[in-house]
């Protein structure tokens, strides 16, 4: 049974960085999309960013372009975020999901059927 675990949340100012990271229990198949969602006090669950197992295909949200970098390493069956300018608005539980499909311009949590426990972040004004 395929899981993904996530780790690096935790307490910064703002300003501050943080990098993710979601392990993959296997190798992943060359078709996933593994995407970080994350969700804050009283508010949906949102996409953050999203890569694809196959190649370079990258999406970010427009709040976190420019500051937030999503990245795959094969050989570790890791993808990170790095978060960077990190603001109170991106205070939340932080989630990795993935699974076998393609990249597609919006992709909602009910698009992935594999989803982590999540990772808190924390940023203080």
């Known amino acids: 049974q395929v899981q993904v675990v996530e780790s690096g949340g935790g307490f910064v100012q703002a300003g501050g960085s943080l990098r993710l990271s979601c392990t993959h229990s296997?190798?992943?198949?060359?078709?996933?999309?593994m995407r970080w969602f994350r969700q804050g006090p009283a508010r949906q669950r949102e996409g953050v960013a999203s890569i694809s197992t196959a190649g370079s295909a990258i999406q970010y949200a427009d709040s976190v372009t420019s500051r937030f970098t999503i990245s795959h390493d094969k050989a570790k069956n890791t993808v990170y975020l790095q978060m960077n300018s990190l603001q109170p608005e991106d205070t939340g539980m932080y989630y990795c999901a993935t699974d076998r499909r393609k990249m597609a311009p919006i992709l909602s949590p009910a698009d992935f059927r594999v989803w982590g426990q999540g990772t808190q972040v924390t940023v203080s004004s």
């Open positions: 296997t190798v992943a198949f060359d078709d996933e999309v």
